[in-house]
């Protein structure tokens, strides 16, 4: 009985040791990894100052990007407030976004399609009512805003984007 037993904890202490061992050894794989070091030519550490720059570069254009002046009316990266005077109407231009927060506004449109309502999922066509507080994304240029027939006040909406009043 004793030797079964020595036999028992001599093959676990080796066993042990062989996992201890393929553990903490380095293989062959790791020693050839091409991993980059950080700091290294392959993978450069950058200071903060660098990536704001960068940053700082990509958003203003100066890159040759591709971000272009509007040819009429407003245009903001920030929600602008304006005033729809009644009887005038806003028209965006492609990817403006709308919130109308007073007055009643109806949809302009001068084809079959119409402007996205984000808020409640639905596409709004020509002479439909805006809701308040909806968010409302122009998926193309000429379409607009006015105010409701029935309605004798101005609008005041947020806008970002560019835009034209007539």
Known sequence: MKKYALRIVL??????AGIIAG????????AES??????SADDPVVTKSYVDEQI?????????????QPETGGASAKLEVVSVPNGKILI????????VRSGKAVVYSTDANGIADL?????LTNGKSITANHHILF??????ITTDPSYKGSL????RGSYVIQ
């Open 56 to 68: 700082a570069k990509a958003g203003s254009g100066s890159n040759g990007g591709g971000t272009t």
């Open 139 to 144: 998926p193309r240029a000429g379409r607009g």
């Open 92 to 99: 965006a231009n492609e990817g403006t976004e709308v919130v």
């Open 23 to 30: 553990v903490n050894w380095p293989t062959t794989l790791e």
């Open 34 to 39: 091409n991993a980059a070091v950080p700091g």
């Open 119 to 123: 808020t409640d999922g639905k596409d």
């Open 11 to 16: 093959a676990v202490v080796l066993v042990g």
């Open 156 to 159: 005041t909406v947020l806008v």
